[in-house]
């Protein structure tokens, strides 16, 4: 009795084992994005509203610039690297899928009285010939340059459009992300910095004490980005490299998606269909 008694419970164990087997839940897919702090913030709020349509996916979005995204992307890190910028000649080997736009301003607190700055008095406050306020119409107070590290498309475009090469640039802070730039600023009445627009019109009017200065004759805006009348504006794009399948195929495509236009415009970035 015994023996038959050891067998009937290893048969209920082994019963029990195969109901809780068909009661596991499926396993979890995962999604990992890294690059631009640009991008990041809107990349999360995507992964949320993705996730609660698929609920056994979780994307994982990590910031590093948009080097950092490229290289990623191409060494299969990341299934998806995040620039905020279009790829370069010595990136035609990747494959990059736009889903927003957005411009970089130059931004200054709102205590400093300076309303607008030439090309030329940037590139001399960058390069360190104009070091004082006083000399481009403002208060007798030195100025504090702001520059992007290494690795930062808002540093290339910065340099890009302004024809500087970062090594002549006379820098007393190097920030990495958006909001390292923002909070210099804000805490700093006598810094001068450049930034996404889209970050720093949402911090604007939310009470953060910061201007956004536009460059030329345009103004800096998300209006002026999605009007197409802005020099200093940008893709965000999505890189892989390889034509995306699965799931990396659907997260691109849901960011694409006019579904998602709203989340984009809370971020204060513009979606593909608007920009013109």
């Known amino acids: 009795m015994k023996k038959y008694g050891l067998v009937y419970v290893l048969f209920l164990l082994s019963l029990m084992g195969i109901v809780l087997s068909g009661c596991k839940k499926e396993e979890t897919e995962k999604l990992t994005l890294t690059g631009s702090s640009t991008i990041a913030p809107l990349a999360m709020e995507l992964g949320r509203a993705f996730e609660k349509i698929y609920p056994n996916v979780r994307v994982d979005v990590q910031t590093g610039g948009s080097s950092r995204g490229v290289a990623d ?97 006379k820098a007393d802070v190097v920030i990495g992300d958006n909001q390292q730039g923002i909070k210099t600023i804000s805490g700093n009445p006598w810094a001068i910095a450049y930034v996404s627009i889209g970050a720093a019109e949402y911090e604007e009017q939310h009470g ?44 691109i495509a849901f960011a694409q998606s006019p579904q998602v236009s709203s989340i984009i415009e809370q971020q204060y970035f513009i979606p593909v269909d608007a920009h013109e």
């Open 73 to 169: 992307a191409r060494s299969g890190l990341a299934d998806i690297g995040m620039a905020s910028r279009s790829l370069k000649t010595t990136e035609n080997d990747l494959l990059s899928h736009t889903i927003a736009y957005d411009g970089i301003t130059l931004i200054l607190h709102t205590k400093n009285p300076i309303e607008t700055l030439t090309d030329e008095q940037v590139v001399s406050i960058y390069q360190g010939s104009i070091e004082n306020w006083q000399q481009v119409g403002g208060l007798n107070q030195p100025i504090t340059v702001v520059n992007k590290a290494e690795g930062r498309s808002t540093l290339e475009l910065f340099l890009k459009y302004f024809k500087l090469n970062n090594r002549d640039i």
């Open 208 to 251: 953060t004490a910061i201007k956004l200065l536009g460059v030329g004759d345009a103004i800096a805006s998300i209006e002026s980005v999605k009007q197409g009348d802005y020099p200093l504006s940008r893709p965000l794009n999505f890189v892989t490299l390889t034509p995306p399948e699965g799931l990396v195929k659907e997260f």
